[in-house]
């Protein structure tokens, strides 16, 4: 949480540690979830990083962690596992001490953090669904859905990446609902995002409700 209260999402959270490690490891590779925004990807990327993507899953992220030798992985959730100077496994407090070493190098931590890429995006999204579900839903969302303009990825459910965000549709790993997670450049972006991905996932699932937030 910054200053003013505000959350900084997993995804900021690796920017922050990833234009850090860069400056030491040019090229080096970084491993995130399908949640994860774009915005993080596109910065890592830029910024002469490698920037995986990956199916979410505490031991998923972890293994493709080792399997890669990154240096550094991380969820949308904050959960981050460092490979570099620690064991590979995620630490909150070894996090905390990271993310304060790198504050302490500034006379303004505050405009470090506020210069962290953050679009407009919902929280993660959950739809209710029967037991076993929403993996039908999601094969027939890859089976049918068309995102025209969009580059779509089906490595964990369905991801279309546009040039001003993306849409996610994935099935829980351990609860029957589906996880949804849209993002935008602007709110009129991330609108239109939304609105293309219910109405791709009502065709399939007409009764398709949108819950709570999970994150």
């Known amino acids: 949480?910054?200053?003013?209260?505000?959350?900084?999402?997993?995804?900021?959270?690796?920017?922050?540690?990833?234009?850090?490690?860069?400056?030491?490891?040019?090229?080096?590779?970084?491993?995130s979830e399908v949640k994860c925004s774009m915005t993080m990807y596109d910065d890592i990327e830029k910024r002469g990083g490698k920037a995986v993507m990956w199916k979410t899953g505490h031991s998923l992220i972890k293994a493709k962690l080792k399997e890669l030798n990154a240096p550094i992985a991380g969820e949308m959730s904050g959960h981050i596992f460092f490979g570099e100077r620690w064991y590979g496994f995620d630490d909150a407090t070894y996090t905390a001490a990271r993310m304060l070493e790198i504050l302490s190098r500034s006379k303004n931590p505050s405009r470090v953090l506020n210069a962290l890429p953050n679009g407009f995006s919902t929280p993660e999204l959950n739809v209710p669904c029967a037991e076993g579900e929403p993996k039908q839903v999601v094969e027939a969302l890859q089976r049918q859905a068309q995102f025209p303009g969009a580059e779509v990825s089906t490595i964990d459910g369905v991801r279309a990446d546009y040039p001003d965000g993306f849409g996610l549709i994935r099935g829980s790993n351990t609860t029957p609902v589906l996880v949804l997670r849209f993002e935008g450049q602007t709110p009129q972006a991330l609108e239109r995002i939304q609105s293309d991905f219910m109405a791709a996932l009502r065709r399939i699932k007409p009764d398709a409700r949108i819950e709570s937030a999970a994150h």
Not at 12 to 21: K, T
């Open 1 to 31: 949480v910054d200053e003013h209260g505000n959350i900084l999402w997993g995804d900021q959270l690796m920017v922050l540690f990833a234009r850090e490690i860069l400056k030491e490891k040019p090229g080096a590779t970084f491993v």
